[in-house]
């Protein structure tokens, strides 16, 4: 079966960093692009981070631009989120996901065919 298992969430304080995980299974991943989404209590879930494969194309959303760095580590099936600098306004439940056969990373999530469960983020002093 696929599935995909986020860990690495946690209560920081302001400024603080946490690095995001998401293992990957079930399937040859090359073929996705991978993306984090989060929700906030009583928000959408919005687009965070993407990245193809080979590492040559990214995307992030502006609010975390500069402050997140998304990275995969193919040889473990893994995905990294590492969050630098947070925010109050960063807390939410993160999600990983995967989008099957595309080569550019999409940012809405009704492209992505697989999610997993999330992990909590909470930034608070």
């Known amino acids: 079966q696929v599935k995909l298992v986020e860990s690495g969430g946690g209560l920081v304080q302001p400024g603080g960093s946490l690095r995001l995980s998401c293992a990957a299974s079930g399937r040859d991943w090359s073929e996705y692009i991978m993306g984090w989404f989060r929700q906030a209590p009583g928000k959408e879930r919005e687009f965070v981070a993407g990245?193809?494969?080979?590492?040559?194309?990214?995307r992030y959303t502006d609010s975390v631009k500069g402050r997140f760095t998304i990275s995969r580590d193919n040889a473990k099936n893994m995905v990294h989120l590492q969050m630098n600098d947070l925010k109050p306004e960063d807390t939410a439940i993160y999600y990983c996901a995967a989008d099957y056969g595309h080569r550019v990373v999409y940012p809405w999530e009704y492209e992505y065919d697989y999610w997993g469960q999330g992990t909590q983020v909470t930034v608070s002093s």
């Open positions: 990245m193809n494969y080979n590492g040559d194309v990214t």
